[in-house]
């Protein structure tokens, strides 16, 4: 199979561009320090965009973003230092030498096979309402959470679709989509936002191809600085350790990083440890619940309280 992929026939838009897209199609958005802005993150939240950047905020800028946010809460990245313990992993890539001989055995063996079995293309934002439901259901159901459902799908993707910034990379078996990336590329970075993958066809290893075809792309087609793969979970996932040891196979880099949450002057009284028990107590009566995750996640990361992920490497 060719390893290049069709130009998408555009130039990736400038982060301000980027931000001008999310608003105008919904999303609140508000200015940051330069090459930055900070964006409306589900319900109640804001955090700043990209992720990657660790410099710290000036304590001015959070305020605002509080203030004129209309929101509960603000996060960050920093570096870690004596105060503000490592407590995530940042995945990144700018290996501009990023070559399949470079990785592992187990990965090469997967890429090599869905490379002969799958074909990799950008999916269409129609193609991706109509064919990818199925790759995200069950992947939300693999990682033990309940919003793996057709709303859901199509809630999260019709934002994303009309938004000039974000594109779609999917592996088909087929007509069927077994898996797809979904990305955001700015300036001189891509962002991988998610891999979402079908049980029927992990076979084919369409998760470590996409990965490799992305890699490649970015860092070698377009010289991007950078590919991002997001942070560990602030979630109480079983999964955890697998997640960072796919990561770290399809060639990202695990940087330990201080996530900051910020609460609205509001809301701290209740940043307690009684408000954590509440919080514990209701995850086992509901495992499955995505916001009561995060919730405790967040509150355990803003009292000191969340452990860093640990970190294991294995072939798969």
């Known amino acids: 199979m060719d390893l290049q992929l069709k130009n998408k026939n555009r130039k990736q838009p400038s982060i301000a561009e980027y931000a001008g897209e999310l608003a105008k199609n919904g999303m609140r958005t508000l200015p940051g320090a330069p090459r930055t ?36 809460l603000v996060s960050y990245l920093t570096e870690p230092d004596e105060f503000h313990p490592a407590n995530a992993w940042l995945y990144t890539c700018s290996d501009r030498s990023y070559a399949l ?56 993707f019709s934002l994303w679709a009309k938004c ?43 998760n470590d191809t996409l990965m490799y075809k992305a890699l490649s792309r970015y860092l070698i087609e377009e010289q991007c600085r950078l590919v991002c793969y997001g942070l560990s979970s602030i979630q109480a996932e079983s999964n955890a350790i697998t997640l960072h040891a796919f990561k770290r196979k399809v060639g990202f880099e695990a940087k330990p990083v201080h996530r900051a949450f910020v609460l609205h002057p509001l809301l701290r009284p209740f940043a307690r440890r009684w408000m954590l ?9 509901m495992p499955s619940g995505r916001r009561l995750k995060k919730a ?14 640990v970190a294991t490497e294995t072939e798969s």
């Open 296 to 309: 405790e996640g967040i509150l355990a990361s803003i009292l000191g309280e969340n452990r860093m992920p």
């Open 164 to 206: 000039s910034g974000h594109v779609f990379l999917g592996a088909w078996k087929d007509d069927r989509l077994a898996a797809f990336l979904s990305i955001t590329e700015v300036d001189d970075w891509a962002e991988i936002e998610g891999c979402f993958s079908a049980d029927a066809l992990l076979q084919f290893r369409p």
């Open 37 to 72: 802005f900070w964006a409306q993150h589900e319900h109640g939240a804001m955090v700043r965009v990209p992720v990657f950047h660790l410099v710290p905020p000036a304590v001015d800028e959070v305020d605002q973003v509080l203030r004129h946010g209309r929101t509960a």
């Open 101 to 156: 001989d470079k990785l592992a055995p187990a990965m090469r063996r997967n890429v090599r096979r869905g490379l002969r079995e799958l074909r990799i293309s950008w999916v269409r934002p129609e193609e991706l309402i109509a064919h990818g439901t199925h790759a995200f259901c069950d992947t939300r159901r693999r990682v033990g959470l309940n919003d793996g459902t057709v709303e859901e799908f199509h809630r999260r």
């Open 277 to 285: 028990r509440g919080l514990n107590a209701a995850l086992h009566a």
